[in-house]
């Protein structure tokens, strides 16, 4: 999920949200645990099981009834001929396919989640400094400092591999039953319940960190259905569609997106720059390293790009006003933004940081403009106190403190939980600041955008690709 677009048409990020200095974090860490703690104390209360899809009766609950509860069981087994899931250590239990059906805390009872793609780092400024100065990247490992410093971090490493794990099994599910004709709507219900059961749902503490992206063609992102009209559109045998999901466990975010064409063939190159733009930087990523220098080598990546679409050649563009951006506690967008362009900011990646690297080429224009209905909505930190004079707005900021935090949301999961005619309130909490609002970033008309993102986390002792998988 890319941060809010930034007006300017310049890769220069005017983004004027430059949080420093510790104690405003831990202000706002301990406002989020005061804001988890009440939430998990009504969390039962207010968790209500889908509607069952009983016959004929009035059926009590949510009125917009999730189109992945219509869906029969599918039997599984662990030891299916085809499962794709990786084999696990003793004492775990293997993944079920073709189905996966298992909690993802319950394979691994002892914490032991797999973890990701785990490199050196590619240039290493305290190299000379160490007793084992050898400048191949290495000599981070080897430090007793930095390793010291990992065990304090073991908690958050942990929650990312298992929300990471989740992230992957599920996009590896949805891989093998997507096909043309399918409802958008109806791809994105499937997706947020089988990630709720494998996640393990519980409030804010384990869930969705953000609405399933299902942006199609010219739009890049922040696309998902609303309840109603949007329910009509299919995806199509010709489309581009950004699937861009993330999971959470205690706030420590999962962002991980791909594209997905049915006639792959016709798109092949456009996939592959977003792919190779965004490894390019996932390797250039690290301790020290300049956003600009990042945002430098992608472009130059992405532009080394041209795909041919029904006979005509157009050079492949990264999108310049979309970025990547570091993760901080349920916090999506925590400040800084990893460009895709050359021009960026100066402002360096530190260690510890957690980051979405994501690149977004097009063969349209190069930038996006907001357009169509918004689906996307996130709390301000903070939001919460604001003073209103709606009572139904009110009711409702209540709502999403309680639901969503500052974790973004959409109106289909207001409609679901029985938040239904809430247009009105939603837009006076906007105009009063309490939440923003975060429409469809598209290029022009007739294009097509893709999309790879992965989170990347900069350890004290290495880079680890969290979100890595077999498939990208
Ligand atoms: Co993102």
């Known amino acids: 999920m890319p941060p809010k677009k930034n007006n300017n048409n310049n890769a220069k990020s005017g983004g004027g949200g430059k949080k420093k200095g510790n104690k405003g974090d831990d202000d706002f860490d301990a406002m989020l645990a005061a804001a988890v703690k009440d939430t998990s104390a009504t969390a039962a209360k207010n968790h209500q099981p889908s509607a069952k899809s009983g016959t004929g009766g009035a059926a009590e609950g949510p009125k917009h009834r999730s189109y992945a509860d219509r869906d029969p069981v599918v039997p599984s087994a662990a030891d299916h001929a085809e499962n794709p899931y990786p084999q696990v250590p003793e004492g775990c239990q293997r993944q079920t396919w073709p189905e996966p059906t298992i909690p993802v805390r319950e394979q691994y009872p002892k914490g032991n989640f797999p973890a990701g793609l785990v490199t050196p780092y590619a240039s290493d400024p305290y190299a000379i400094d160490a007793a084992s100065a050898t400048n191949d990247g290495t000599s981070r490992y080897l430090s007793e400092e930095k390793r ?18 989740v992230h992957r099994q599920v996009r590896r599910w949805v891989q093998s039953w997507l096909k043309p004709g399918l409802p958008l709507i109806y791809i994105a219900d499937k997706i947020e319940k089988k990630l709720e059961e494998l996640i393990g749902k519980d409030g804010i503490r384990r869930g969705q960190a953000f609405p399933t992206g299902v942006s199609l063609n010219h739009c890049a992102a922040h696309f998902t259905p609303n309840c109603g009209t949007d329910e009509k559109i299919v995806l199509d045998y010709d489309d581009v569609m ?96 990893v460009p895709i362009v050359k021009g960026g900011e100066q402002t360096k990646m530190e260690e510890g940081e957690l980051f979405a690297i994501e690149t977004f080429g097009t063969t349209g224009r190069g930038y996006v403009a907001e357009e169509g209905d918004c689906s996307h909505y996130m ?76 989170t990347i986390l900069l350890r004290p002792t290495a880079k680890e690709v969290l979100s890595k998988g077999d498939d990208y």
């Not at 010291?148 to 794990?165: H, N």
């Not at 049915?262 to 250039?284: C, D, H, I, P």
């Open 148 to 165: 010291a410093l990992e065990r304090a971090t073991a908690t958050e490493l942990s929650e990312l591999r298992e929300a990471a794990e």
């Open 242 to 337: 950004k699937i861009d999901f993330g999971t959470q466990i205690n706030g420590r975010i999962i962002d991980c997106a791909w594209t997905v064409a049915m006639n792959e063939g016709k798109y092949e190159n456009l996939l592959r720059a977003v792919r190779e733009s965004t490894y390019e930087g996932v390797k250039q990523a690290g301790i020290d390293v300049r956003l600009c220098d990042v945002g430098a080598a992608i472009e130059e990546v992405m532009e080394s790009y041209e795909v041919e679409i029904n006979n005509k050649v157009y050079p492949v563009k990264s999108i310049r006003n979309l970025t990547g951006h570091n993760i901080a506690p349920y916090v999506i967008h925590g400040g800084k933004s």
């Open 379 to 454: 709390m301000v930190p903070g939001g919460e106190t604001m003073p209103l004079r709606s009572e139904r707005a009110s009711a409702l900021l209540k709502h999403i403190h309680q639901n969503y935090n500052t974790l973004a949301f959409c109106r289909k999961w207001l409609d679901r939980a029985g938040e239904d005619r809430h247009l009105l309130a939603l837009n006076q909490l906007c105009e009063a600041g309490a939440v923003h609002k975060y429409p469809p970033l598209c290029d022009v008309r007739g294009c097509y955008t893709a999309q790879v993102e992965h």
